[in-house]
C-alpha cells in the first residue's frame, strides 16, 4: 500500500521491481521517465514524502506506506507555468524531473541544506542561480535548456518555499 | 500571392511563443513512443543478443535454450527475414549479421512477454565466434589503409604555388574525439499489425519515409503497407536519423511474426552501445601565412572514422570538405577526404554533420599558429574574413559576408572584448598558479542539404467548416520547435490567430516522401510547404471574400481571423463565417502544400556547386579560468550574437542558440569516448557506456555569465518569412570555449606559445597543455617546436596523404541512385567492397 498522487494504491510486485517501474508499467503514469535507469540523469526524480528521490534506483517496496507524488500530481504548480514562460524546455523528456527535483530542492532549501558551493554551512545561504544550478546539478538536460530552467526557479522559489512541506527526518 | 520571405505586419511569426507542447511537458501529459506501451494491450518486449567480439564470424547461433526460459515467445534471426536482411539503405548493415562487426552487435532478438523474460531469454540464447583482427582506431584504420566509400577531394587554385608564395608555412596533425548523442530519450519502436495487414510503426525517428522503406525491404512488403508515426522524440541531434531503422524494423519483424505488438526499447547501455556517434577525425595539414598574417594555401587531409558500416559518412565527409573554410578566405585550397572503416558503432549524422569537424580543424590551426605569427588569435580570425565577392573552395559565392563582420563587431562591444582582454592579461600577471583566456570565434554554416534531392517538402493543411484549422507537415519535432514554427508560419498566412490552428503528428500516410528532418533545413522546407498549402487556401477564400465584400480579390487582407479590404477593417466578414460561406459554394478548403529550394547544384563527383541556399553566421566569446594545479577550468563568460535572419520564433531560436552552445562545448570539452584499444578479450568495447563514466554538460558547467542576442536586420530574401535556419550552426560557437582555454593555457608559459589542445579539452587535456606551455617557458629557444607537439614550421613538415592513383572519384555510394547509375555497380569506390551488395533499394544522403 502507498499513495500515490493523494490516491491510496495497492501493488502486487516481486520485490526487485523498481519504483519507476512501478509507476510507468504498472500504474502506467508515464509522465515519469526513464534516462538512464542508473541514476545519472534525473529524468525519473519524484517525490516521495516531500523529499526528491531517483524512482530508478529506488524499489517500489521501500516506498511502502508513504507518499509518492510524481509529475501528474504535482500541478497546478507555479513552477509549471514557469517553466513554460522562460522555455525551460525544449524536447521536454528532462522536464517532469527537473519541476519535481526543484521542488524537493526548494523544500531542502528551506530545511536548511547547504550545497557544496555553500560558503557558511552554519548558516541558510539565499537560493542564487549559482546554488540553483549546483543543487539541480544531479538533472541533466541534453537539450541545454538549462538557463530557462534556472530562470523559472528563481521567479517561483519564493512561492515554492511558502508551499513547501514540512520535511519528516529521512528513515534509516 | 506574397513572395516567401515577405512578412505581413502583426504577424504570428515573430512572436515569442512557448513551445506547442510545453503544457503538455510541464504536467507529463506529453507522449513519447514508449508511454505508449502502457496504451497497448498484450505488448511482446524485445531484448538484443550482443556479441563480445569487435569482429568475429558467428560460427553457431542455437537459440533453443531462450524457449525454454518462462516468457519466452520467439527468437528472431536472420531466417526470419521474408524481404533483404539489411537496416540501411547502402546494404552494408545486415539487420542481422552472420560476422560481427563491433563489441555489442546484435546478433538476434528475443521476443517475451515482460522484459525481464526477454532479457534472460537473451542470456540464455548461445553463440559461437570465431574471432577475427580487428581495427580500433582511425590510426590503426589509416595504418592498413582501411577505408569505404568515397574519397573526395576538393580543390582550388595552385596549393603547392600558395605555400611558395607564403612567408610562414606551418604543417601539423590532429586527431579528436566524436561525440555520443545522448539524447535523453533512448531509441524506441513499438509496431503492430492494423486491419489488413497493415504494419503501423510508432518509432522515434527523425526520417519516418527512410523509416518506412526500410521497415519495407526488411518485411517484403510495398511501402503502402507500412505506416509510420512519430509523436514526438526526446531529442535526436542526427542521432534518429539513420539509427531507428533497423529497430524499427525489428519491431515490426516480431509483430508480424506472432500478431501481437511488439516494443523495442533500448535500455542506455545498449543505445550507448549499438548506436552511431559523431565521427572522430583524423587530420593532417600545413598551411601558409603571407607576412601579414593572410592565410594563402590550406592543403589538408581528412580521415573520417566511420565505423564499421557507410551510414551517413560519405555526406558527413563531404559537408566537413565544405566547411573546412569556415569563415576565411583561403585563396589556394587542397582538401582530401576519406573514410576510415573501424569495428566500432557505425558513426552517423550529429547536429552540424562534420561541419563542426571541418572548422574545428581551421580552428586549431589558426589557434595553434597564431602565437607563432605574433599575431593575437582574435586579429588573426578577424584578418581573414570573407570580403564581397568572394566564393568558397567549392565555388559558391559567399553572400552577406559582412554579417559575420557585424555580429563580430557587436560581440566586441557588448562583451566589452578590449577591456577584458586587459584585465585578462593584468590577471594572468598576476597569479602564477591560475590563468585566464578570453577567445572570440565567428561561424558560418551552410544551410541546405548538400544532395540538392532532398531539398523539397510537403504539407497537408485543412480547414474545417467551423474555421479550425489542422495541419500536417513532413518534418519531426525532437524539441527543436519546428511544430511550433510551423503553427505560427499557418497562422500568419492564413491570418488567423494561433489557437485556431492544431497540428497533427507527423505520418507517413499523411506526407510521403519526405526528406530527414535534419540539416537545420525542417523551417525553411516544411515552412515552405505548409506556407504554400495556405497560400492555395487563401488564394480560394479570396474570391469568396471579395465577391462578398464587393472588392477586388487582390485587395482582400486576412488579419487576426478577420477578413476585409486594404486599408478598410470596417467592413470585415470573421474567418469562420467566411470558411462556412465558402463549404457552401463548394470552394475547397484544404491543401496538400509542396516545396523545393530553388537555386542549388552540387556536383559531389567534382565537389564543385552552391549546394547552400544561403549560409547563417554567428560569433561567440567566451572567458574561461583554468586552475594550474589540475587544469580544472570554468566559463566564466560567453556573449553571443546570431544570425537567425528575420526569427520566426524568438524564444525557441535563443533555446537554439543556447543549447546548441552547451552541446557544442560539450563536445569539445567534457564528452570523452574511449573504447578499449587494448589487445585484451574486451579490445573494442566502448568503455564510457554510462553517464557515470561519459561526462555530459550539467547545469554546473553552465557559464556564469551567459548572453545571447539575435542580429539584427537580418532578413534573408527567399526563404520561408525572411528567416535563417537554426538547429546545428550554434554547436558551432562552442569553439570559443576550446580556443579561450588554449589561450589560458599558453598563458602559463612564455609570451608567443603555441599550444596543442586535445579535444575534448577535458581538464585532463587542459592540465598536459599548460605542462607544455610551462616547459616551452624552460627552453624558450625552442618555442617553436615544443616537445610531443604535432606542429612544424617551414620546410615539408608533416605532409598531408593524398589520393592514391585507385582512389575513387565519382559520386558516393550514397547517391548513385539519385543520379541514374547502377546502384548495384561493383565499382562501388569502397576499398573493401563488401560494403556494396545487390539492391534496389539504394538511397541517397544529404
Ligand atoms: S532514469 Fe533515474 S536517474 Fe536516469
Ligand atoms: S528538454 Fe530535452 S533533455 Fe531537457
Known amino acids: 500500500m502507498l499513495v500515490v498522487n493523494d490516491a491510496p494504491t495497492t501493488l502486487d510486485l516481486e520485490p526487485r521491481v523498481s519504483l519507476l517501474d512501478a509507476l510507468r508499467e504498472h500504474l502506467h503514469l508515464t509522465g515519469t521517465k526513464k534516462g538512464c535507469n542508473q541514476g545519472a540523469c534525473g529524468a525519473c526524480t519524484v517525490l516521495v514524502d516531500g523529499r526528491r528521490v531517483l524512482a530508478c534506483l529506488t524499489l517500489a517496496m521501500q516506498v511502502e506506506g508513504r507518499e509518492v507524488t510524481t509529475i501528474e500530481g504535482v500541478g497546478p504548480h507555479p513552477l509549471q507555468a514557469a517553466f513554460v514562460r522562460r522555455d525551460g524546455l525544449q524536447c521536454g523528456y528532462c522536464t517532469p524531473g527537473q519541476i519535481c527535483s526543484a521542488i524537493g530542492m526548494v523544500a531542502e532549501h528551506r530545511h536548511g541544506a547547504a550545497s557544496v558551493v555553500t560558503d557558511d554551512v552554519t548558516t541558510t545561504p539565499d537560493l542564487t542561480p549559482e546554488e540553483i544550478r549546483e543543487r539541480m546539478s544531479g538533472n541533466l538536460c541534453r537539450c541545454g535548456a538549462y538557463n530557462g530552467i534556472v530562470e523559472a526557479i528563481v521567479d517561483t522559489a519564493p512561492a515554492m518555499a511558502e508551499m513547501a512541506p514540512a520535511l519528516t527526518p529521512v528513515p534509516a | ?846
Not at chain 2, 518509432?203 to 519495407?216: F, G, L, N
Not at chain 2, 616547459?775 to 615539408?796: F, P, Y
Open chain 2, 1 to 846: 500571392m506574397s513572395t516567401l520571405s515577405d512578412r505581413p505586419r502583426n504577424s504570428v511569426v515573430g512572436e515569442a511563443v512557448p513551445h506547442e507542447s510545453a503544457a503538455l511537458h510541464v504536467t507529463g501529459r506529453a507522449l513519447y513512443t514508449d508511454d505508449l506501451v502502457s496504451r497497448t494491450r498484450d505488448v511482446l518486449h524485445a531484448f538484443p543478443v550482443q556479441a563480445p567480439h569487435a569482429h568475429a564470424l558467428v560460427t553457431r547461433l542455437d537459440v533453443t535454450p531462450a524457449h525454454a526460459v518462462p516468457g519466452v515467445v520467439r527468437v528472431l534471426t536472420a531466417d526470419d527475414v521474408p524481404g533483404v536482411n539489411d537496416a540501411g539503405v547502402k546494404h552494408d548493415e545486415p539487420l542481422f549479421p552472420s560476422e560481427v562487426m563491433f563489441y555489442g552487435h546484435a546478433v538476434c532478438w528475443v521476443l517475451a512477454e515482460s522484459l525481464e523474460a526477454a532479457r534472460l531469454g537473451a542470456s540464455a540464447v548461445v553463440v559461437d565466434y570465431e574471432p577475427l583482427p580487428s581495427l580500433v582506431t582511425v590510426t590503426d584504420a589509416i595504418a592498413v589503409a582501411s577505408f569505404q566509400g568515397a574519397q573526395p577531394h576538393l580543390e582550388r587554385g595552385d596549393v603547392e604555388a600558395g605555400l611558395d608564395r607564403s612567408t610562414h608555412v606551418f604543417s601539423g596533425d590532429f586527431e579528436f574525439a566524436g561525440q555520443e548523442h545522448f539524447y535523453l530519450e533512448t531509441h524506441a519502436a513499438l509496431a503492430l499489425v492494423d486491419e489488413n495487414e497493415q504494419i503501423f510503426v510508432q518509432s522515434r525517428t527523425q526520417h519516418p519515409s527512410e523509416t518506412q522503406e526500410i521497415v519495407a525491404h526488411v518485411l517484403g512488403l510495398a511501402s503502402h503497407e507500412v505506416t509510420v508515426q512519430c509523436l514526438r522524440m526526446g531529442g535526436g541531434f542526427g542521432g534518429k536519423e539513420m539509427q531507428p531503422h533497423g529497430f524499427a524494423a525489428i519491431a515490426a519483424l516480431g509483430a508480424t511474426l506472432t500478431g501481437r505488438p511488439v516494443r523495442l526499447r533500448l535500455t542506455r547501455n545498449h543505445d550507448m552501445t549499438m548506436t552511431g556517434k559523431r565521427h572522430g577525425f583524423h587530420a593532417t595539414w600545413r598551411v601558409g601565412f603571407d607576412g601579414d598574417g593572410r592565410l594563402q594555401a590550406l592543403d589538408a587531409t581528412l580521415t573520417a572514422d566511420g565505423g564499421w558500416s557507410l551510414d551517413l559518412s560519405e555526406p558527413v565527409l563531404a559537408r566537413a570538405l565544405c566547411h573546412i573554410d569556415n569563415a576565411y578566405w583561403i585563396p589556394d585550397v587542397r582538401v582530401n577526404g576519406r573514410i576510415a572503416r573501424t569495428h566500432k558503432t557505425s558513426q552517423t549524422a550529429f547536429r552540424g554533420f562534420g561541419g563542426p569537424q571541418g572548422m574545428l580543424v581551421i580552428e586549431d590551426v589558426l589557434g595553434r599558429c597564431a602565437p607563432l605569427l605574433g599575431i593575437a588569435a582574435a586579429d588573426l580570425r578577424r584578418r581573414n574574413f570573407y570580403s564581397a565577392g568572394q566564393a568558397t573552395p567549392y565555388g559558391q559565392p559567399v553572400r552577406h559576408p559582412e554579417r559575420v563582420v557585424t555580429a563580430w563587431d557587436q560581440v566586441l562591444t557588448t562583451s566589452d572584448f578590449a577591456a577584458r582582454t586587459a584585465e585578462v592579461t593584468a590577471f594572468n600577471l598576476a597569479h602564477e598558479d591560475s590563468k585566464r583566456g578570453l577567445a572570440i570565434t565567428p561561424v558560418k554554416f551552410g544551410i541546405s542539404f548538400n544532395l540538392t534531392a532532398f531539398n523539397q517538402a510537403g504539407a497537408l493543411v485543412h480547414v474545417y467548416k467551423d474555421g479550425s484549422v489542422l495541419i500536417n507537415h513532413g518534418g519531426t519535432e525532437m524539441g527543436q520547435g519546428l511544430h511550433t514554427k510551423m503553427l505560427q508560419v499557418a497562422a500568419t498566412t492564413l491570418g488567423v490567430p494561433l489557437p485556431t490552428v492544431r497540428l497533427a503528428p507527423t505520418r507517413t500516410d499523411k506526407v510521403p516522401n519526405t526528406s530527414a528532418t535534419a540539416a537545420s533545413s525542417g523551417a525553411d522546407l516544411n515552412g515552405g510547404a505548409v506556407k504554400n498549402a495556405c497560400d492555395q487556401i487563401i488564394e480560394r477564400l479570396r474570391t469568396v471574400a471579395g465577391g462578398r465584400l464587393g472588392i477586388n480579390p487582390a485587395d482582400v487582407r486576412f488579419e487576426g481571423g478577420q477578413v476585409h479590404g486594404v486599408g478598410d477593417p470596417s467592413a470585415c466578414i470573421p474567418w469562420a463565417e467566411l470558411v462556412r460561406q465558402a463549404y457552401f459554394q463548394r470552394v475547397q478548403l484544404w491543401a496538400a502544400g509542396y516545396y523545393r529550394t530553388e537555386g542549388l547544384h552540387w556536383d559531389s563527383s567534382l565537389m564543385q556547386g552552391e549546394p547552400f541556399k544561403y549560409f547563417s553566421y554567428g560569433v561567440a566569446a567566451t572567458e574561461v579560468e583554468v586552475d594550474g594545479f589540475t587544469g580544472a577550468y570554468r566559463t566564466r563568460r560567453v556573449d553571443i550574437v546570431h544570425d537567425v535572419g528575420e526569427s520566426l520564433s524568438p524564444l525557441v531560436d535563443i533555446g537554439q542558440i543556447e543549447g546548441g552552445f552547451v552541446q557544442g562545448a560539450g563536445w569539445l570539452t567534457l564528452e570523452d569516448l574511449r573504447w578499449d584499444t587494448g589487445d585484451g578479450p574486451t579490445r573494442g568495447r566502448l568503455a564510457t557506456q554510462a553517464a557515470s563514466t561519459y561526462k555530459l554538460p550539467s547545469f554546473s558547467e553552465m557559464p556564469e555569465v551567459f548572453h545571447v542576442s539575435l542580429l539584427q536586420d537580418a532578413h534573408e530574401d527567399g526563404v520561408v518569412y525572411g528567416s535563417k535556419a537554426v538547429g546545428e550552426p550554434p554547436l558551432m560557437l562552442a569553439f570559443s570555449v576550446r580556443e579561450a582555454l588554449r589561450q589560458a593555457a599558453a598563458a602559463f608559459g612564455p609570451p608567443g606559445t603555441s599550444v596543442d589542445l586535445a579535444s575534448p579539452a577535458t581538464p585532463e587535456a587542459v592540465y598536459w597543455a599548460l605542462e607544455g606551455a610551462r616547459a616551452a617557458g624552460t627552453k624558450a629557444e625552442h618555442r617553436h617546436l615544443v616537445e610531443g607537439s604535432h606542429l612544424v614550421e617551414g620546410g615539408h613538415g608533416i605532409v598531408p596523404a593524398q589520393p592514391g592513383p585507385d582512389a575513387h572519384a565519382l559520386h558516393p555510394i550514397s547517391e548513385r541512385w539519385a543520379n541514374g547509375e547502377a546502384a548495384d555497380a561493383g565499382a562501388a569506390g569502397a576499398v573493401d567492397d563488401e560494403s556494396t551488395g545487390p539492391g534496389e533499394h539504394v538511397g541517397a544522403h544529404r
